[in-house]
């Protein structure tokens, strides 16, 4: 089967620094194949046989944690879990391709409640929307990522579940490569 992985929190501003071929080999070495990487945040494809996700996921973060001595979260789903995150695309009047960079899926560990998920609504202000569907939070920020107060951290936060975001540019690579 095939899967991705997506770390959270490293090659950041020098922070929990890996470097993807050595990322890509600590892959081999735990048994899985044809790993492949995309850009220095963590996106890691691979093919395993083993159909439990969450002990991969544990899998792959001891086995970071053991060889580079500090804890990386792992969010784990399958090339058709990408698919479908891909398909249930909510802003349908704004072209994902024209904003790419500007709309983002953060991949929750756990579905959020409804309370958090209510709560954090109030936090969402024009032209920015936000959109939860089952693990996934689909972010539509137009003035940029980095200028919203709907940051990673702040989801996480708020929704009391451990997070990590990306671009749809990068999601879509990230599903491209999945099917090679």
Not at 4 to 26: E, F, P, T
Not at 65 to 90: A, G, Q, T, W
Not at 100 to 128: C, D, M, R, W
Request: hydrophobic fraction near 35%; aromatic fraction near 10%.
């Amino acid at each position: 089967m095939k899967y991705i992985s997506i770390l959270r929190g490293i090659n950041v501003s020098g922070q929990k620094k890996i470097i993807m071929k050595d990322l890509q080999s600590l892959y081999q070495n735990l048994g899985f194949k044809n790993v492949s990487t995309y850009i220095q945040s963590g996106n890691v494809i691979f093919n395993s046989n083993d159909k439990n996700i969450i002990a991969l996921k544990n899998k792959i973060e001891c086995a970071i944690e053991d060889k580079y001595k500090f804890h990386v979260p792992v969010e784990m789903r399958s090339k058709s879990d990408i698919l479908k995150i891909i398909n249930n695309y909510p802003f349908g009047s704004i072209n994902p391709v024209d904003y790419g960079t500007k709309l983002l899926v953060t991949f929750l560990s756990s579905t959020p409640s409804n309370a958090n998920i209510s709560n954090l609504q109030q936090y969402v202000k024009s032209p920015e929307k936000l959109v939860v569907v089952d693990k996934e939070v689909y972010l539509y920020c137009p003035n940029g990522y980095g200028k919203s107060k709907l940051s990673n951290n702040f989801l996480e936060n708020k929704l009391a579940v451990d997070a990590t975001t990306r671009n749809w540019k990068s999601l879509l690579k990230i599903y491209e490569l999945s099917l090679q």
